[in-house]
């Protein structure tokens, strides 16, 4: 199967500065790149949908502000915390999708672990 | 209603054992199926992903849809320890561009 990787695995930062998470498809060119964001034992939670060269759609409660997203090419998207605080602590997933026999499929990567003290 | 239902658990079977696991829809056009098994702390894995009607089946695991009844199912066979985590059904419909719905999981202990 694709191969999605993110980096960093884990973050610690402090409250009130940024953290970038980049998330790239290795071995394909994603159609569309997607940011979810997880909290323990709890499902998916789809954040912002994301296609190169555009801006990113983001679900409803989501602030555009504070999660930034650039999606610079067809196998790379990042995803910016700005401003982060203890409550933005959580678990951030990326996927990727591609076109395949009529179809889409889509991969994930392995996700970033994101703790703001 | 959810488009995607998915009963959470959590499930908790010997080894060994058979388990099955479900989903159902409510929309028709759903046509694509997937099953994801995400281990704790890691992102969703895919496992299988069929198209059609019946079974579609990869060592342990089978992946059986029931578009008539709009159900979809994930039996795993001769169940090990390591199959323990959740497993989150998916669909697409077609034409819809790249717009995934998923299940809310299903949380699998398989006890040694």
């Known amino acids: 199967g694709a191969v999605v990787s993110q980096h960093p695995s884990w973050v610690i930062c402090k409250s009130g500065t940024s953290v970038k998470i980049e998330c790239r498809s290795l071995?394909?060119?994603?159609?569309?790149m997607f940011w979810y964001r997880q909290f323990p034992k709890q499902s998916l939670m789809l954040m912002a949908t994301?296609?190169?060269?555009?801006?990113?759609?983001?679900e409803q409660g989501v602030e555009k502000d504070k999660f930034l997203i650039n999606h610079a090419s067809l196998t790379l998207s990042t995803l910016t915390v700005t401003s982060a605080h203890p409550e933005d602590s959580s678990f951030y997933i990326c996927?990727?999708?591609?076109?395949?026999?009529?179809?889409?499929?889509?991969?994930f990567g392995p996700g970033t672990r994101l703790t703001v003290t | 209603q959810k488009e995607v239902e998915q009963d959470p658990g959590p499930l908790s079977v010997p080894e060994g054992a058979i388990v099955s696991l479900n989903c159902t829809y409510s929309?028709?056009?759903?046509?694509?199926f997937m099953w994801y098994r995400q281990y704790s702390r890691k992102g969703p894995e895919l496992l299988m992903y069929?198209?059609?009607?019946g079974n579609k089946e990869d060592g342990r695991f089978t992946a059986q849809v029931d578009k008539s009844s709009k159900y979809i199912s994930l039996f795993i066979r001769d169940s090990q320890p390591s199959d323990s985590a959740t497993y989150l059904c998916?669909?697409?419909?077609?034409?819809?561009?790249?717009?995934?719905?998923f299940g809310t999981g299903t949380s699998l202990t398989v006890i040694p």
């Open positions: 998916a669909m697409t419909k077609p034409n819809t561009g790249n717009q995934f719905y």
């Open positions: 929309n028709s056009a759903f046509q694509y």
């Open positions: 994301s296609n190169e060269g555009s801006k990113a759609t983001y």
């Open positions: 071995d394909f060119q994603a159609t569309t």
């Open positions: 996927s990727a999708t591609y076109l395949t026999g009529g179809t889409y499929e889509q991969y």
């Open positions: 069929t198209y059609s009607s």
